[in-house]
C-alpha cells in the first residue's frame, strides 16, 4: 500500500512539476517536488526499500523530463542515501531539520547535477547556468517544503481525513 501511494506521489509531483507548474512560474525555475518526495521517503523507508524506490523514481523522472539517461537516478539516490544515513542521528520530526535537509539536499543536488553533466556529457558551461539559478531554485524549494509538510501535519492530525496511512518515520529519536 505504501508503494502504491509513494508511486501516486511521484506521479503528481512530476505532473505538476512538468506539465501544470511551468507557466506560473518565469524562467523554468519551479519547486523541485521530486527532490522533496525524495527527502521525506529517506526519512521514512529502510535504506535498501526507499534506496531502490528513490532510483527508480529517478528513472521515472528521466523518462518525463531528462535528456541524460540515468541521471536524477544518480542525484536522486545520492541525496537519499546521504540524507538517510544523516537521519539515524537527527530528531526527524524538528521544523529547523526540514529547512537543512531542503537547502542541503537543493545544493548537494545542483553540485551533483553539475559534476556529472560536466564529467559524463562534458557540458562545459552548464554550472554557470546552475549557479545563476541555484539562489531561487533552494529558495522555491524550502517554500515548497515548508508547505508540503504544514499540509501532510494537518491531513495527517485528522483521521478522518488520512487515506494514506503512510507510517511515522523508522527510528525514534531523542
Known amino acids: 500500500m505504501r508503494l502504491l501511494a509513494y508511486l501516486?506521489?511521484?506521479?503528481?509531483?512530476?505532473?505538476?512539476?512538468?506539465?501544470?507548474?511551468?507557466?506560473?512560474?518565469?524562467?523554468?525555475?519551479?519547486?523541485d517536488l521530486l527532490?522533496?518526495?525524495?527527502?521525506?521517503?529517506?526519512?521514512?523507508e529502510s535504506p535498501w526499500r526507499?534506496?531502490?524506490l528513490?532510483?527508480?523514481?529517478?528513472?521515472?523522472?528521466d523518462v518525463y523530463a531528462g535528456v541524460y539517461p540515468g541521471l536524477h537516478g544518480f542525484v536522486l539516490l545520492t541525496?537519499?542515501?546521504?540524507?538517510c544515513g544523516m537521519?539515524?542521528?537527527?530528531?526527524?520530526?524538528?521544523?529547523?531539520?526540514?529547512?537543512?535537509?531542503?537547502?542541503g539536499g537543493t545544493l548537494l543536488q545542483g553540485v551533483l547535477t553539475v559534476f556529472a553533466l560536466g564529467f559524463f556529457a562534458e557540458a562545459d558551461a552548464f554550472w554557470l547556468v546552475m549557479l545563476r539559478y541555484?539562489?531561487?531554485?533552494?529558495?522555491?524549494?524550502?517554500?515548497?517544503?515548508?508547505?508540503?509538510?504544514?499540509?501532510?501535519?494537518?491531513?495527517?492530525?485528522?483521521?478522518a481525513l488520512s487515506p494514506l496511512r503512510l507510517r511515522p518515520p523508522l527510528r525514534s529519536r531523542s
Not at 541525496?79 to 540524507?83: A, G, I, Q, R, S
Not at 530528531?91 to 535537509?101: A, V
Not at 541555484?134 to 483521521?159: F, I, T
Open 79 to 83: 541525496v537519499f542515501l546521504t540524507v
Open 8 to 31: 501516486g506521489l511521484a506521479w503528481l509531483a512530476l505532473l505538476l512539476q512538468t506539465v501544470l507548474l511551468p507557466p506560473f512560474f518565469a524562467g523554468g525555475l519551479k519547486p
Open 50 to 52: 526507499g534506496g531502490a
Open 35 to 44: 527532490l522533496l518526495l525524495t527527502i521525506w521517503i529517506s526519512l521514512r
Open 134 to 159: 541555484l539562489p531561487m531554485q533552494l529558495l522555491l524549494n524550502l517554500l515548497a517544503g515548508y508547505l508540503l509538510r504544514a499540509a501532510y501535519l494537518r491531513l495527517h492530525s485528522s483521521p
Open 87 to 103: 537521519a539515524t542521528r537527527l530528531n526527524t520530526d524538528s521544523l529547523p531539520l526540514l529547512w537543512g535537509l531542503v537547502g
Open 54 to 61: 528513490v532510483y527508480g523514481l529517478g528513472w521515472l523522472y
